[in-house]
């Protein structure tokens, strides 16, 4: 293996192929503490990829694939309805901050490529861009009478202003159109980008630019080194819809095209599903990697249930935690206002975390190396009752302490959850010889033993543990308990 400062390859994977092990795979291996060469065979194999653009000078490299930590990323951006770049630029800010492993700028409206080039300059993490969403705008004309040359030359304005990977959907293809038109779905295409395409194709009578003309979008990422994330237009977007015959033929496409990728060195991701019952995640994960040549796989979710409009990062998290399990590589982050609204700050910590307790959860089952040792630091924290170390040990620091601190227990020993009752804390007196402080917590002067100073709980009457509800009067017929 050769080690090169000086730049005589075009992409990761070319220089992986030529056996060059270059600055970012040493950044890649330190950071999963594994072998550089361990890293430039994954990434010649197309198993692994390093997104990294040759204009994006502040990233750190990050590596996505076969036996590496799980990523997650968000999605953010600015919307033709809501318009605040500062909120957006704050969110990027947040997003690094709380350890995003990469960022999607999915704008739609306003200044994208102003917003676009500031978010490069600005980020440490890995950026993506579906161009299709900039079509429109930044060409300002009728979605009809955009050309293929012009499909092209979007994405090469964002390739050379620094993204480092690409969501393409070039797997809805004609062929992939009519399967789709074929077997009729609940939810029809629920891909924006892939939607945007479909609509132009039934327009124009034309194939997919991006399939039609892939050796020539293989040749821009080659010259700025960008990754092509393969995005699945006909993903589920309903329970109903997944795992059905469009998503399956476009899946097929997908890992033709990916051989045809490498051709051109190319790196390669996988976008997958969507909503999915829970049953279908580990077979869906499975398919992936066998028609997709094992290509590293990044999922939206899944979400497992379509019943739940403001909850949907513990819908997608459940998903995603068993999709890591079964291999994928990438998690997308699914925030509250999925379906509702653009995500506001707020949202976006909660989505980050969901996210991020799903892809650890996901390696600790996959066994990657090193995932298990931030459980057994806490668990030894918990033990030891040290509560800094586990405020530092959180995966969200700030509500852990928070929370803590909000209910104070007379021994900071315990909680206000267990008291004198602390699993933790006599099991530590006990096997240490100590004494074990006994009682209740009864003897306390400030805590009512009597039932009956309180009111008691008859039908009309305010409950008195609950001083902000007003009990129903029963039924007609009905009997208290103390009637019976």
Excluded at 270 to 283: R, S, V
Excluded at 410 to 420: I, L, R, S, V
């Amino acid at each position: 293996m050769m080690m090169k400062n000086d730049r005589n390859w075009t992409t990761q994977m070319d220089a992986a192929r030529k056996g060059i092990i270059t600055g970012q795979m040493l950044t890649v291996a330190a950071a999963e503490n594994k072998p550089a060469e361990e890293i430039c065979r994954l990434l010649a194999a197309g198993q692994i990829c390093i997104p990294a653009n040759h204009n994006h000078d502040t990233l750190i490299a990050s590596g996505v694939g076969t036996g590496l930590r799980t990523k997650i990323n968000v999605n953010l951006g600015i919307s033709g309805d809501l318009c605040q770049y500062g909120m957006e630029q704050d969110k990027v800010r947040t997003a690094i901050a709380m350890k995003a492993d990469a960022i999607m700028d999915l704008s739609s409206a306003g200044l994208t490529k102003e917003f676009r080039q500031w978010l490069i300059k600005e980020s440490t993490v890995m950026i993506g861009t579906v161009p299709m969403y900039d079509v429109i705008g930044f060409l300002d004309k009728e979605l009809s009478d955009i050309t293929a040359d012009e499909f092209l030359e979007v994405v090469e304005a964002h390739a050379r202003d620094g993204v480092d990977f690409v969501t393409i959907h070039a797997g809805l293809n004609r062929k992939t159109a009519e399967r789709f038109r074929n077997n009729p779905r609940l939810t029809n295409l629920v891909s924006r980008g892939g939607s945007l395409l479909y609509v132009w194709m039934e327009l124009t009578g034309q194939e997919n630019p991006f399939y039609e003309h892939f050796d020539r979008l293989c040749d821009i990422c080659a010259r700025y080194d960008v990754t092509l994330s393969l995005g699945d237009a006909c993903r589920p977007g309903s329970i109903a819809d997944a795992s059905d015959a469009s998503q399956i033929e476009e899946l097929i496409t997908l890992g033709e095209l990916t051989r045809r990728a490498w051709e051109h060195n190319v790196q390669v991701i996988i976008e997958g599903p969507g909503h999915m019952n829970l049953l279908e995640i580990t077979a869906n994960m499975q398919l992936e990697k066998k028609l997709c040549h094992g290509a590293p796989f990044y999922v939206l979710g899944p979400l497992v249930t379509d019943i739940a409009p403001g909850y949907d990062h513990i819908t997608s998290a459940i998903g995603g935690a068993i999709a890591a399990a079964g291999g994928a590589d990438f998690l997308c982050y699914v925030t509250p206002a999925e379906h509702l609204r653009l995500p506001d700050l707020e949202d976006m910590k909660e989505g980050i975390i969901a996210a991020r307790i799903a892809a650890h959860a996901g390696d600790l089952a996959k066994g990657i190396p090193g995932a298990s040792d931030w459980d057994h630091a806490m668990s030894k924290a918990r033990q030891e009752i040290d509560w800094e170390k586990m405020y530092a040990l959180a995966i969200d620091p700030v509500k852990a302490r928070k929370m803590h601190e909000s209910a104070q227990p007379k021994d900071q020993h315990t909680c206000t959850m267990c008291g004198n009752l602390c699993a933790m804390r006599n099991m530590n007196q006990i096997m240490n010889g100590e004494k074990v402080i006994q009682g209740m917590g009864t003897a306390d002067s400030s805590i009512s033993t009597k039932w009956t100073e309180y009111a008691p709980l008859v039908p009309g009457k305010t409950d008195p543990l609950r001083t902000d509800e007003i009990l129903e009067e029963p039924a007609q017929g009905a009997r208290c308990v103390d009637e019976q």
